[in-house]
């Protein structure tokens, strides 16, 4: 069993920076494929970004390409997203997730292991 916590969370001004940190707990951390998601109100649940257990390769949406880079340390059991030139329209809870397998997956339905979420308000 894994257990995600995020934090990192908060009111950003349009244009600015963010880091999302999410520690896990659990043995298999280091094996674990991991991703970030979003929910925006009255919206589904999205993809933002993913990284395989060794942190050898990356996706992203096309909406948060080259603005948001996502990375891991194995040693600490923590993953993290940082957030450049936020827009308003990236405004939403953002979620850690966290997979059985080593490889990344865009769907939200492919991953076992959910944080709590964390509060991202982008102003204009």
């Known amino acids: 069993q894994v257990q995600l916590v995020e934090s990192g969370g908060g009111l950003v001004q349009a244009g600015g920076s963010l880091r999302l940190s999410c520690a896990a707990s659990g043995r298999t951390f280091s094996s674990n494929a991991m991703g970030w998601f979003r929910q925006a109100p009255g919206k589904e649940r999205e993809f933002v970004a993913a990284?395989?257990?060794?942190?050898?390769?990356?996706s992203f949406a096309d909406s948060v390409k080259g603005r948001f880079t996502i990375s891991r340390d194995n040693a600490k059991n923590t993953v993290y997203v940082q957030m450049n030139s936020l827009k308003p329209e990236d405004t939403a809870v953002y979620y850690c997730a966290g997979r059985r397998l080593g490889w990344y997956s865009v769907r939200p339905d492919e991953y076992e292991y959910w944080g709590q979420g964390t509060q991202v308000t982008v102003s204009s």
């Open positions: 990284i395989t257990w060794s942190g050898g390769h990356t």
